[in-house]
């Protein structure tokens, strides 16, 4: 099965879908994250670069951050851009058919998607 890309804002929505997309047997290749060239923050949340680097490392992804404008009408073009440019790169170097580096991974999804919504942790599967 082809390595797939999350992207990823740091905020429970995204991580919600890459802890379904585990669940279901996707190998993750990259978390992709566009932060803004100017304030260093996520475009969405505005969540400090450095916080969605921590959270790619606890979860044991390969992290790809892009630096885009903050004119949103450019947004789509730099997102596609950096789609085309990891599709060239693959998602090499880590083992992701270890089951336990799995399972370790689906559980702190599951921790941070809890711990920031109101679903019960049996709804996530």
């Known amino acids: 099965?082809?390595?797939?890309?999350?992207?990823?804002?740091g905020g429970k929505d995204s991580c919600l879908?890459?802890?379904?997309?585990?669940?279901k047997g996707y190998p993750i290749g990259f978390l992709?994250?566009?932060?803004?060239?100017?304030y260093q923050r996520c475009c969405f949340h505005g969540i400090q670069k450095e916080l969605i680097n921590l959270q790619a490392n606890l979860i044991g992804v390969p992290l790809f951050q892009k630096e885009v404008s903050i004119n949103m009408e450019l947004y789509e073009?730099?997102?596609?851009?950096?789609?085309?440019?990891?599709?060239?790169?693959?998602?090499?170097?880590?083992?992701?058919?270890n089951q336990k580096s799995?399972?370790?991974?689906?559980?702190?999804?599951?921790?941070?998607v809890f711990r920031h919504s109101r679903l019960?942790?049996?709804s996530l599967e």
């Open 1 to 9: 099965m082809k390595e797939v890309i999350v992207s990823w804002s």
């Open 17 to 23: 879908a890459c802890y379904k997309a585990m669940g």
């Open 32 to 38: 992709l994250n566009l932060i803004s060239k100017e």
């Open 77 to 97: 073009k730099e997102f596609k851009e950096a789609v085309l440019y990891l599709k060239t790169k693959g998602a090499k170097g880590r083992d992701r058919n």
């Open 102 to 112: 799995r399972d370790l991974k689906r559980r702190f999804l599951a921790a941070l």
């Open 120 to 122: 019960p942790v049996n």
